[in-house]
């Protein structure tokens, strides 16, 4: 028996895969979370395969992909997501993912995927491998946006490093410390998957998170 743990933040993603597999007698889900820290946390040793979001309240599954198989060298991870993203795909998959899977996958496609992970074999599916070759070729790909999930406070931040006010003028014009901003901040960069300031403006544009006035 395959043992399998889900990451998810929405709870009827994660009762619908275990619906899906309860009658399957090669593969079972023994744990599932909600948030990256929840993971880091509860993770037993004994799962061979994490399902794992790429987009959840504190940080995005690509970077998380990275440092949970730092600490769980023996971990299969499998991205599960919404959003044909070629970016997003190759980075995780940089990152040792071993293997990208919509969240509208069916069961037998989902236990092969598994299965396949745990051989120590990558899987994606067609339409994933094909969006790979057409951008390999240099041919374009109608991508969906993949739009990480930010709080009221952190848009609020963003809109105003957007508008160029610094760490300590934030911090004044909203009433919080500036160790807070920069803790927002910090979540921003983690969220967004950017190293610095421009890269989050970049982005920020790109996803249309900002309105830019």
Do not use: W
């Amino acid at each position: 028996m395959i043992e399998v743990a889900i990451t998810d933040d929405h709870t009827i993603v994660i009762e619908g895969i275990r619906t899906m597999l309860k009658s399957n007698k090669e593969v079972m889900i023994s744990q599932s979370f909600t948030t990256i820290a929840e993971t880091f946390e509860g993770l037993q040793p004994n799962i061979q395969v994490l399902l794992l979001d790429i987009n959840l309240p504190d940080g995005n599954g690509i970077t998380a992909c990275k440092e949970l198989l730092q600490k769980f060298p023996q971990l299969r991870i499998i991205a599960l997501s919404n959003f044909e993203d070629v970016a997003f795909i190759k980075q995780i998959i940089k990152n040792g993912a071993m293997g990208y899977l919509l969240k509208n996958t069916d069961k037998t496609e989902l236990v092969v995927a598994i299965k396949s992970a745990l051989e120590g074999q990558r899987y994606l599916p067609q339409r994933i491998s094909q969006m790979l070759l057409n951008e390999s070729l240099g041919k374009s790909n109608p991508s969906a946006y993949f739009i990480p999930k930010l709080t009221s406070r952190e848009k609020e931040i963003l809109d105003l490093i957007i508008k160029e006010y610094t760490t300590e003028e934030i911090a004044e014009k909203i009433f919080i410390s500036v160790k807070t901003v920069e803790s927002h901040r910090s979540n921003l960069i983690q969220k967004l998957g950017v190293k610095n300031t421009a890269g989050l403006v970049r982005i920020a544009f790109e996803k249309g998170l900002v309105s830019g006035s």
